[in-house]
Protein backbone atom coordinates (compact mmCIF):
# COMPACT_ATOMS: atom_id res chain seq x y z
CA UNK A 1 0.00 0.00 0.00
CA UNK A 2 1.69 3.07 -1.18
CA UNK A 3 1.28 5.80 1.62
CA UNK A 4 1.14 9.76 0.77
CA UNK A 5 2.97 12.23 3.50
CA UNK A 6 1.76 15.80 3.29
CA UNK A 7 3.68 18.36 4.46
CA UNK A 8 3.85 22.58 4.18
CA UNK A 9 0.73 23.28 5.73
CA UNK A 10 0.18 25.91 8.31
CA UNK A 11 -0.88 29.57 9.34
CA UNK A 12 -0.02 32.50 6.65
CA UNK A 13 -1.44 36.26 6.67
CA UNK A 14 -3.70 37.23 3.30
CA UNK A 15 -1.47 37.71 0.80
CA UNK A 16 0.86 34.83 1.45
CA UNK A 17 2.23 31.64 0.19
CA UNK A 18 2.75 28.39 1.02
CA UNK A 19 3.92 25.34 -0.93
CA UNK A 20 2.04 22.18 -0.31
CA UNK A 21 4.52 18.72 -0.60
CA UNK A 22 2.72 15.14 -0.72
CA UNK A 23 5.24 12.68 -0.91
CA UNK A 24 4.98 8.95 -1.41
CA UNK A 25 6.26 5.79 0.11
CA UNK A 26 7.52 4.50 -3.03
CA UNK A 27 9.20 4.63 -6.09
CA UNK A 28 7.14 6.41 -8.66
CA UNK A 29 7.59 5.27 -12.50
CA UNK A 30 4.78 7.18 -13.68
CA UNK A 31 2.17 9.70 -12.45
CA UNK A 32 -1.38 9.27 -14.77
CA UNK A 33 -3.02 11.60 -12.40
CA UNK A 34 -2.41 13.90 -9.32
CA UNK A 35 -4.44 16.32 -7.17
CA UNK A 36 -5.31 18.33 -4.70
CA UNK A 37 -8.29 18.74 -2.99
CA UNK A 38 -9.46 20.75 0.29
CA UNK A 39 -11.98 20.29 2.92
CA UNK A 40 -13.16 23.45 5.01
CA UNK A 41 -15.52 23.05 8.07
CA UNK A 42 -19.23 22.36 7.45
CA UNK A 43 -18.11 22.50 3.14
CA UNK A 44 -17.63 19.05 1.12
CA UNK A 45 -14.08 18.12 -0.55
CA UNK A 46 -13.81 19.87 -3.84
CA UNK A 47 -11.26 19.51 -6.18
CA UNK A 48 -8.75 22.56 -6.39
CA UNK A 49 -6.62 21.71 -9.37
CA UNK A 50 -5.78 18.07 -11.31
CA UNK A 51 -4.20 16.89 -13.56
CA UNK A 52 -4.61 13.55 -16.20
CA UNK A 53 -5.11 12.64 -19.22
CA UNK A 54 -3.56 15.77 -20.85
CA UNK A 55 -6.18 17.74 -18.99
CA UNK A 56 -6.12 20.17 -16.38
CA UNK A 57 -8.94 20.57 -13.86
CA UNK A 58 -8.64 23.85 -11.73
CA UNK A 59 -11.40 24.96 -9.89
CA UNK A 60 -12.24 28.89 -10.32
CA UNK A 61 -11.58 30.26 -6.96
CA UNK A 62 -7.84 29.49 -7.13
CA UNK A 63 -6.96 30.09 -10.89
CA UNK A 64 -3.80 32.39 -11.44
CA UNK A 65 -3.05 31.92 -7.57
CA UNK A 66 -2.04 27.93 -7.51
CA UNK A 67 -0.25 25.85 -9.43
CA UNK A 68 0.40 22.18 -9.38
CA UNK A 69 3.72 20.23 -9.89
CA UNK A 70 5.40 16.96 -9.85
CA UNK A 71 8.81 15.49 -9.34
CA UNK A 72 8.57 12.04 -10.22
CA UNK A 73 12.51 11.67 -9.08
CA UNK A 74 11.72 12.79 -5.60
CA UNK A 75 8.39 10.85 -5.51
CA UNK A 76 6.56 14.32 -4.95
CA UNK A 77 3.81 16.27 -5.60
CA UNK A 78 3.35 20.04 -4.96
CA UNK A 79 1.06 22.67 -4.57
CA UNK A 80 2.02 26.38 -4.99
CA UNK A 81 0.01 28.95 -3.45
CA UNK A 82 0.14 32.14 -3.19
CA UNK A 83 -1.78 35.37 -2.78
CA UNK A 84 -3.93 33.37 -0.26
CA UNK A 85 -7.37 34.26 0.90
CA UNK A 86 -9.06 33.88 4.16
CA UNK A 87 -11.54 31.75 1.92
CA UNK A 88 -8.35 29.37 1.19
CA UNK A 89 -8.63 28.18 4.74
CA UNK A 90 -8.89 24.26 4.56
CA UNK A 91 -7.77 20.64 5.30
CA UNK A 92 -5.83 20.20 1.75
CA UNK A 93 -5.38 16.21 0.72
CA UNK A 94 -3.44 15.26 -1.97
CA UNK A 95 -4.34 12.35 -4.53
CA UNK A 96 -1.67 10.25 -7.03
CA UNK A 97 -2.39 7.66 -9.49
CA UNK A 98 0.40 6.11 -11.14
CA UNK A 99 2.22 3.09 -11.54
CA UNK A 100 5.28 2.38 -9.17
CA UNK A 101 7.81 -0.32 -8.00
CA UNK A 102 7.13 -3.50 -6.30
CA UNK A 103 9.70 -6.44 -5.57
CA UNK A 104 10.11 -8.23 -9.10
CA UNK A 105 7.72 -6.36 -11.00
CA UNK A 106 5.27 -2.95 -11.36
CA UNK A 107 1.81 -2.18 -10.11
CA UNK A 108 -0.54 0.42 -10.29
CA UNK A 109 -1.74 2.36 -7.39
CA UNK A 110 -4.43 5.41 -6.44
CA UNK A 111 -3.45 6.89 -3.02
CA UNK A 112 -4.45 9.74 -0.68
CA UNK A 113 -2.74 11.76 1.48
CA UNK A 114 -3.60 12.42 5.39
CA UNK A 115 -4.66 15.83 4.76
CA UNK A 116 -2.60 18.96 6.17
CA UNK A 117 -4.63 22.24 7.54
CA UNK A 118 -3.97 25.33 6.10
CA UNK A 119 -5.09 28.37 7.68
CA UNK A 120 -5.20 32.21 5.96
CA UNK A 121 -5.57 34.78 8.69
CA UNK A 122 -4.52 37.72 10.04
Known amino acids: QVQLVESGGGLVQPGGSLRLSCAAS????????MGWYRQAPGKQRELVVG??????NIADSVKGRFTISSDVAKNTVYLQMNSLKPEDTAVYYC?????????????????WGQGTQVTVSS
Open 95 to 111: NIRGVHRVPGRLANFDS
Open 26 to 33: TSIVTINA
Open 51 to 56: TGGGSV
